[in-house]
């Protein structure tokens, strides 16, 4: 690169060797060179001297040797040149005019491209068919000498920081003018400014942080705070400022009209494995950026402005690239370096590298082009120097102070270009980086990410994905998801460690309400897991299953729960507090595995792997989410898993385990499509956000969890030293709109289900549907007794067209033919009324309550895919009371109250239940026993019937039988008047108690519930999951 002279005192660049000037003192460097080649219109001297060709032969020695004259002068020209032809002492000679030289058959003449083989143009050169000419780019004008273009307007300005002031110097009339001066203890690093808005930028080393002053107003402001920055660049088309952080290894961005209100609205453009990035130089009409790296291996890249593309141009004969710059003129890329003491340039495609290692160069800092001339300031020796860019010669000391010159550029409309800004017209709602496709690409502040192409949100409300296991779940943000990691560690996450908990097998969970329903396979119950504000965790027990449950699905709209449990292969369906239950889908059910939802649109779709004999095969089924238009969707899988749906809900994604592959198709049952093959070993699937991911297990015991774009080829994967059962992804976009049951429960009383009309109400077992929305209780009749037809009572076949409507409805004097019982009953005296009870008060038999939704069968239980059967704990029953219904004073209606169904597992899943049995069974007039299921009564004397509903008539024979009777009867009434009374007073306050011990029932066996969990330790705390403290990275769970 240098060349040392022969006085041994003084090093030249090897370009000036043999350049036809005398660049060493003592002219060595153009002495030994090689004889210089004439062109094809000159003639060679013995002496290598050129001579034009019309003074060959000319009868005058004009060489010095004289080797030009004698010889062959006098012979003809007769060679058939395409230009030229002349005598010579050799004999006739072709030649051609300035601008040709000859072909190799020494006879026609060729174009020379002066542009290529010569650049005589400081801007634009033009060849033509035997010469050039020069051009000027806009903004600037063509010197007198045909070759050097200036720039026009106003006067370019050198923008240098000196120590702490910021400096300008005219290049024209080199006038200096300070434009600011900071305090005294602080460095102005970088800088840049933009023309649009007439602001200079600069970086405070000390005080860490980017400010900015007026040009005309001199006004002054901060743009961000809390930064550290070595290198700063304003892009003055899409209105941002890019600075780099060597110590963090980024390169961040920020709005140029941004106003520091205490938080960060800056972005990170790039980081990872940046290696100490310093300099940083913008190309905003291409979109793209560059930057050189100081780290263990110098280099200098490029990519995009938006982070994308990028790319290494130079990774050799780099010591320190201590600044860079671009001349947008010549397509150039220079650089100052530091370590080597030179100035480097080279094409903006990484090729043409040339290096300019003069001895005036000895610690150069920053870099700036303009015209023809490169800047660059000297801090061994405190100047701002210039020297040719081209040819390195011409060396000026521009500026020379005592303070140490850092940052500096040159300021000139010519340099800022104007042009549209793609991002003007995008719409994103926080930044807008370009890129090169000459776009446009919407970032978010630290903090935030896309929630879709243009808009931001905070991480936390961000599509997010749960990793099941056993007895703990961990929260992965998609946006933390690296697409280039392959590792053995977990991106970062927070984690719920759940204590109290056995062996989790299904999750669900509403991203509004931050609820979180999981089945433990232990337990018996479906739980609620409401993650609080404080960042707390606490759970309750909400709907009691049978066997251990394999699949929940959870309508976040409406908060009714779906399950399938191991023991039946019903799919089954309960309110969001478990009071009300049914079973919504029974029929034609093998080995349900899988149920998933999509409440905007009322769907529901389910697995059945068919019957382990194989006589029915595995199926993907969909219906309403009531059960209605039930359809079978597909009947090819082998083992299917991960049920998600998919664009808005009109198509469904799964995984087949047994095939390793990812399907999918629209919910009409066209444009089936294979995803992707080759996944051998997948056990779980999930998709949702344009991506999913799957697991394979390893031969440790842990799980390694893949992800990757929806419609792409390609696998990422990370490790979770545990095994994962379930997974999921949600967003709080995907989990929005609304169905027939979103609003006021559809106007059911119980349970609303919706489907693609709106939505049908329906009634858990014990009740029956009236009007469309309420649910009556309905009653199950013993023998002899008879239900009315309202189902809300009970009658004796006495009561039946006795002329007294003893049903509400009155259906126990329909069809009665009364002309036997008018005739008997004019001849037969009235009825005395029953003692203990007024007239309107008619005792009746009482009734129950059906609990059982469905027998099983005795001995048979259903089998879990892969022949799995969980042990079960048992749980102790825990009544739930009745919903709230007016009492009545009726016997009949306050025993069904008093048997309210209990939704423990042990009630729903037992045999037949045993008769209700009390004394009020008997009217209080006996005992009551229950014998093969029945009810049977022992009256008291006087009374009969089998509910001693009965008063008996006894004939007396003798005065003192009489008398005794009297004085039983007086002793009777007395105590039953007792009785009245008490149970008078019993029913009032039951009456007046019954609907607030109804409704808060609820709330005593649940919310107090919650709170003993709370004070039993039962609170889960996860110091990850503190809003107040940053996630987590990474780490194993």
Same mark, same amino acid.
């Given at each position: 690169?240098q060349w ?19 660049d060493?003192r003592?002219g ?14 000159e ?12 003074? %060959? ?23 058939p ?13 072709c030649?051609c005019?300035?601008?040709?030289k000859?072909?190799s ?7 020379i ?19 050039y000419?020069?051009a ?6 063509l ?6 273009? *200036?720039v ?7 923008l240098v920081?000196?120590?702490?002031e910021?400096?300008?110097y005219?290049?024209r009339?080199l ?5 600011t001066t ?11 400014y ?8 600069w970086?405070?080393l ?6 900015w ?5 001199k006004?002054?402001?901060t743009l961000v ?7 700063i ?10 600075w780099?952080?060597?110590?963090a290894?980024?390169?961040l961005?920020?709005c ?18 940046l290696?100490q990035p ?8 291409q ?8 780290g263990?291996?110098?280099?200098i ?19 320190w690239?201590t600044?860079?710059?671009l001349?947008?003129l ?13 100035i ?9 590298i040339?290096?300019?290692q ?12 303009f ?12 100047t %701002?120097?210039?020297v040719?860019?081209k040819?390195g ?6 500026? *020379? ?7 500096l ?11 549209s800004?793609?991002c003007r017209?995008?719409g ?8 090169p496709?000459h776009?446009?690409?919407c ?5 935030e990410v ?8 905070p991480?936390?409300?961000?599509a ?5 296991a056993p007895?703990?779940?961990?929260q992965?943000?998609?946006? *933390? ?6 590792g ?5 996450h927070?984690v ?5 908990v ?12 931050k ?6 396979r232990?337990?018996?119950y479906i739980?609620?897991?409401?993650i ?5 965790l ?25 399950w399938?449990?191991?023991?039946n292969?019903?799919?089954?369906v ?5 009071r009300?239950a ?5 029929e034609?059910?093998?080995?349900t595995?899988?149920? %998933? ?6 769907m ?31 009947? *090819? ?12 809900g009109t198509?469904?994604?799964w ?16 444009r ?19 991506m ?13 969890v ?10 990422w ?9 379930d ?10 709109g ?15 289900l919706?489907?693609h009309?709106g ?5 858990t077992i014990?009740?029956?549907l009236e009007?469309?929305?309420?649910c009556?209780?309905?009653v ?5 007794l ?5 189902r809300l ?12 409507n003893?049903?509400l409805d009155?259906s ?7 002309l036997?019982?008018k ?5 037969t005296?009235p ?24 027998r099983?069968?005795t001995?048979?239980?259903?089998p ?11 749980t ?11 009492s ?7 025993w069904e109250?008093?048997e ?16 209700p049995?009390?004394?009020e ?7 009551c026993?229950?014998?093969e ?5 022992s009256?008291?004397?006087?009374y009969?019937g089998d ?7 006894t004939?007396?024979t ?10 039983l009867l007086?002793v009777m009434?007395m105590v039953g ?19 607030s011990?109804?409704?808060t029932?609820y709330?005593?066996d ?10 039993n330790?039962?609170?889960?705390i996860n110091?990850?999951?503190?809003r ?10």
């Amino acid at each position: 690169m240098q060349w040392s002279c022969s006085s041994g005192d003084q090093c030249v660049p090897d370009i000036w060797r043999c350049d036809g000037e005398r660049d060493c003192r003592d002219g060595s460097d153009e002495t030994g060179c090689e004889p210089r080649k004439c062109q094809s219109h000159e003639f060679q001297c013995g002496t290598h001297d050129c001579l034009n060709y019309t003074l %060959v032969c000319n009868g005058k020695k004009d060489c010095t040797d004289g080797s030009d004259e004698g010889g062959k002068c006098l012979s003809p020209c007769g060679k058939p040149c395409s230009q030229i032809c002349y005598q010579s002492p050799d004999g006739p000679r072709c030649a051609c005019q300035r601008g040709f030289k000859l072909s190799s058959n020494r006879v026609s003449c060729t174009d020379i491209n002066e542009c290529k083989e010569q650049e005589p143009c400081s801007q634009t050169c033009v060849n033509t068919n035997g010469t050039y000419s020069c051009a000027c780019h806009p903004g600037y004008l063509l010197e007198p000498d045909a070759h050097t273009c *200036k720039v026009t307007g106003s006067e370019p300005t050198l923008l240098v920081a000196i120590q702490s002031e910021l400096l300008l110097y005219g290049l024209r009339s080199l006038k200096e003018d300070v434009l600011t001066t900071t305090d005294k203890n602080l460095i102005i690093f970088s800088i840049d400014y933009d023309l649009v808005e007439q602001k200079v930028f600069w970086m405070d080393l000390n005080a860490e942080s980017i400010k900015w002053i007026t040009m005309n107003t001199k006004k002054k402001g901060t743009l961000v705070k809390g930064i550290k920055s070595d290198c700063i660049a304003v892009d003055w088309i899409g209105r941002n400022l890019y600075w780099t952080d060597g110590t963090a290894g980024e390169l961040l961005a920020t709005c140029l009209n941004a106003t520091w209100r205490g938080n960060p609205e800056y972005t990170v453009v790039l980081d990872g494995d940046l290696d100490q990035p310093r300099s940083l130089a913008l190309q905003p009409l291409q979109g793209l950026m560059y930057w050189s790296e100081i780290g263990d291996k110098p280099q200098i890249e490029q990519a995009g402005m938006d982070g994308s593309n990028r790319k290494v141009l130079i990774d050799e004969g780099l010591g320190w690239p201590t600044g860079i710059a671009l001349d947008l003129l010549s397509w150039k890329i220079f650089w100052s370096d530091d370590k080597l003491h030179c100035i480097g340039s080279a094409n903006l495609d990484g090729t043409g590298i040339k290096v300019f290692q003069l001895s005036q160069i000895k610690s150069p800092f920053s870099v700036a082009v303009f015209e023809d001339g490169i800047y660059w300031s000297e801090m061994k020796t405190r100047t %701002v120097q210039k020297v040719d860019k081209k040819t390195g010669k011409n060396r000026t000391v521009l500026i *020379k102070r005592h303070g140490q010159p850092y940052g500096l550029k040159i300021m000139h409309e010519v340099l800022q270009p104007m042009a549209s800004n793609p991002c003007r017209e995008l719409g994103c709602s926080h930044l807008c980086l370009l890129n090169p496709n000459h776009k446009g690409s919407c970032r978010c502040p630290i903090g935030e990410v896309l929630a879709d192409e243009k808009n931001c949100i905070p991480l936390k409300d961000s599509a997010f994905m749960f990793l099941v296991a056993p007895t703990v779940i961990t929260q992965v943000y998609l946006k *933390k998801l690296s697409p280039a990691a392959r590792g053995e560690t977990l991106p970062e996450h927070r984690v719920f460690p759940l204590t109290n908990v056995d062996y989790l097998t299904a999750i669900d969970y509403s991203v509004r309400d931050k609820s979180l329903y999981f089945a433990d396979r232990e337990d018996g119950y479906i739980r609620l897991l409401r993650i609080k504000d404080s960042g707390k965790l606490s759970w309750k027990r909400v709907v009691p299953v049978g066997g251990t449950v394999v699949s929940l699905a959870l309508d976040w709209l409406s908060g009714n729960i779906y399950w399938i449990d191991s023991r039946n292969p019903d799919i089954r369906v309960a309110t969001s507090n478990g009071r009300y239950a049914l079973v919504l889908i029974s029929e034609k059910l093998h080995r349900t595995v899988s149920v %998933v939802l999509h409440p905007p649109t009322s769907m529901m779709c389910f697995a059945d792997l068919g019957m382990e004999n194989h006589s029915a095969g595995p199926k993907i089924e969909c219906a309403s989410m009531d059960g209605s238009r039930r359809k079978v969707l597909w009947r *090819k899988s082998q083992m299917p898993v991960g049920l998600t749906f998919g664009d808005f809900g009109t198509r469904l994604y799964w995984a087949d385990h047994m095939k390793g592959v990812v399907e999918s198709i629209q919910l009409d049952g066209s444009r089936f499509r294979l995803i992707r093959g080759g996944l051998h070993g997948l056990t779980l699937f999930a998709a949702g956000e344009g991506m999913m991911v799957w697991t394979t297990p390893t031969h440790n015991g842990s799980t390694r969890v893949w992800h990757s774009k929806l419609e792409l080829m390609e696998n990422w994967w990370f490790q979770v030293d545990q095994k994962i059962v379930d997974l999921k992804i949600y967003s709080k976009f995907t989990q929005q709109g609304g169905n027939g049951c979103s609003e006021n429960n559809g106007g059911c009383s119980q349970l609303c289900l919706p489907n693609h009309q709106g939505r049908v109400c329906k009634c858990t077992i014990g009740y029956h549907l009236e009007d469309g929305t309420e649910c009556t209780r309905a009653v199950t009749c013993p023998e002899p007794l008879e239900a009315c037809k309202d189902r809300l009572k009970c009658f004796t076949r006495e009561q039946a067209c006795d002329g007294h409507n003893d049903c509400l409805d009155g259906s126990d004097e329909l069809a009665c033919n009364y002309l036997d019982r008018k005739k008997s009953r004019s001849t037969t005296a009235p009825t005395p009324a029953k003692p203990g009870f007024r007239k309107e008060e008619e005792v009746v038999a009482p009734t129950r309550v059906q609990t059982t939704t469905k027998r099983p069968i005795t001995g048979t239980q259903y089998p879990h895919p892969k022949g799995t059967k969980y042990p079960r704990r048992k749980t102790p029953a825990i009544q739930t009371p009745p919903p709230y219904r007016e009492s009545r004073t009726t016997l009949s209606s306050m025993w069904e109250y008093t048997e309210e169904p209990s939704p423990s597992p042990e009630s729903v899943e037992s045999g037949p239940e045993p008769q209700p049995c009390s004394s009020e069974t008997c009217n209080m007039r006996g005992d009551c026993t229950i014998e093969e299921d029945r009810v049977k009564c022992s009256c008291m004397l006087g009374y009969s019937g089998d509910y001693c509903e009965k008063t008996e008539v006894t004939s007396t024979t003798g005065p003192i039988i009489l008398g005794i009777a009297v004085v039983l009867l007086v002793v009777m009434a007395m105590v039953g008047a007792f009785v009245y009374m008490r149970r008078q007073h019993t029913r009032k306050r039951t009456s007046s108690t019954a609907s607030s011990r109804t409704l808060t029932s609820y709330h005593k066996d649940s919310d107090l519930g919650e709170e003993e969990n709370l004070t039993n330790n039962e609170t889960f705390i996860n110091e990850a999951y503190d809003r107040e403290q940053e996630l987590v990275t990474p780490m194993k769970t």
